[in-house]
């Protein structure tokens, strides 16, 4: 088995998707700029040692993408309007990640036995006495690009009910002036959706995720929010100033 052939072995994904992928790569890097023609389906065929078929597919779904166009006769290219799908541009601090979700309008599903308590690693303050679990799809144009699950520290959920069944919770939380924050952080890791994920993001199984784990800390001590929110990878865009902090000089 020579090591492409290894590759595809390693992952259960459709080969004809694992190929679109790196095309794709390809596309929104820059190595076919706009307008460029792209290789053809026997020189692909040969590059990636797959079927015929398997190339064909991986075309059609990047020309269902808009991502190229086919003339016949004269082979695939690469369109001249190229959409940068990665528009989430995911938040590094607090006044940025409030204003990405301020105006976003979520679809709570309903949770039958909702985990009474969130999970919290050493340093991420207590429980609080009694939490509200909130689950919900966010949504941008009516396509979905993230499933959030929190918890919201009952009292602070009672205090406005209605506001917390029709935004999203942290934006919530920031809207009360008398809640001190002490601590607030998010740990982001790559994931894969798994079957609840997929179905609620419209995304392939196992399509990568950006899994954010995010802890809002009071005065006191308390994890008075805690969410586990999983972003569709294929929209994430991460943009860190690396002198934002730097002393001056």
């Known amino acids: ?3 492409l052939a290894k590759t595809y072995e390693r992952s259960r994904i459709p080969r004809y998707l694992q190929v679109a992928a ?3 790569r390809r596309i929104q890097s820059g190595h076919w700029q706009p307008g460029a023609k792209i290789s053809t389906l026997e ?3 040969d590059e990636f040692q797959v079927a015929r078929v398997t190339v064909r597919q991986a075309v059609e779904l990047l020309q269902e993408e808009g991502l190229v166009q086919r003339r016949q006769g004269k082979g695939t ?4 309007n190229v959409k940068d799908t990665r528009w989430l541009r995911l938040a590094v601090e607090w006044s940025s990640l409030i204003a990405m979700i301020k105006e976003n ?3 709570f599903i309903p949770v039958r036995e909702p985990p009474p308590v969130p999970r919290l690693q050493a340093g991420e303050g207590r429980l609080a006495p009694r939490y509200r679990y ?3 799809v ?4 009516t396509e979905p690009y993230a499933l959030a699950s929190v918890h919201i520290a009952q009292q602070l959920y009672d205090r406005d009910p209605s506001a917390f069944q029709s935004q999203a919770a942290l934006a919530v939380v920031s809207s009360f002036a008398d809640i001190k924050i002490a601590r607030a952080h998010q740990t982001l890791i ?3 959706a798994d079957m609840e994920t997929a179905e609620h993001l419209k995304v392939p199984l196992s399509s990568p995720t950006a899994e954010a784990h995010c802890v809002v800390i009071d005065e006191h001590g308390i994890a008075i929010y805690v969410g586990e929110i999983i972003y569709r990878g294929d929209f994430i865009k991460l943009d860190i100033d690396l002198l934002r902090s730097a002393p001056a000089t």
């Open 77 to 80: 290219f690469v369109a001249q």
């Open 138 to 141: 966010q949504s941008r144009n």
């Open 105 to 107: 309008a979520p679809r």
């Open 1 to 3: 088995m020579n090591a």
């Open 43 to 45: 020189e692909l065929e």
């Open 134 to 136: 909130l689950r919900s």
């Open 190 to 192: 790559i994931g894969g």
């Open 22 to 24: 790196t095309l794709r």
